[in-house]
């Protein structure tokens, strides 16, 4: 089945710089990538998403890119502020109408840090 | 909001016992899949519902179980609770599988 592993685990940066997180994949029939923010207690918040069938997807301060090659994918914030301060999870899944097995698989998340 | 709902929002079971957890999809969505979320871990596919049929499952055993009704809301039921049990289940709606949004969570503690 679909292996994420997601890294770094743990970041942290200064309000204004950019922050980066990287996710590889193992099974290259995968599709479909989303990234969700889950802040202390609440819910995951799905902030972008991307298929295989494009390579970067921008929305405002947040894009992602995918290597369909080297079977990775990243989260590209810029300009942060303190309250994108959460954890991050990416998540892979095959999105097929014959798929039998429709599951999402998620990286272990990484606890962005923004300090003011 | 976005419209997924989940009841009950805590619960408390004594190992051995069954539960029932409940998810109301958001409006328009036919697309249910269940999660389970270990303290600091990234949420584990439970299973996922597609008009009423399991169209695909994780790595959990069959006591871990579902369904999904004609208005798309659906159940998960867990029996014979264990202490590993213990978690946030989540259920997240979509239409066709994509763009999956969540509810706020079901915190089942066993004991």
């Known amino acids: 089945g679909e292996n994420v592993e997601q890294h770094p685990s743990t970041l942290s940066v200064q309000e204004g710089d950019s922050a980066v997180i990287k996710c590889t994949y193992s099974d290259s029939a995968s599709n479909y990538f989303p990234w969700y923010k889950q802040e202390l207690g609440k819910r995951p918040q799905l902030i972008i998403d991307i298929r295989s069938n494009v390579g970067e997807k921008k929305d405002q301060r947040i894009a992602v890119t995918l290597n369909k090659t080297a079977k990775h994918f990243s989260l590209h914030i810029t300009e942060t502020q303190p309250e994108d301060s959460a954890v991050y999870f990416c998540a892979a899944s095959i999105k097929a109408w014959w798929a039998s097995n429709n599951d999402m698989r998620f990286g272990a998340g990484t606890r962005l840090t923004v300090k003011p | 909001e976005t419209g997924v709902t989940q009841s009950p929002t805590h619960l408390i079971k004594t190992r051995g016992q069954q539960v029932t957890l409940r998810c109301s999809s958001q409006?328009?969505?036919?697309?249910v899949s269940w999660y389970q979320q270990a303290l600091g871990q990234g949420p584990q596919f439970i299973f996922q519902?597609?008009?009423?049929?399991?169209?695909g499952r994780g790595n959990f055993p069959p006591r871990f179980s579902g369904l999904q009704f004609p208005n798309y809301s659906s159940e998960l039921n867990v029996n014979a609770l264990e202490l590993d049990d213990s978690a946030l289940y989540l259920c997240?709606?979509?239409?066709?599988?994509?763009?999956?949004?969540f509810g706020p969570g079901t915190r089942l503690t066993v004991t």
């Open positions: 519902y597609y008009r009423e049929e399991e169209n």
């Open positions: 997240a709606s979509s239409l066709d599988g994509y763009e999956q949004y």
């Open positions: 409006s328009g969505h036919n697309t």
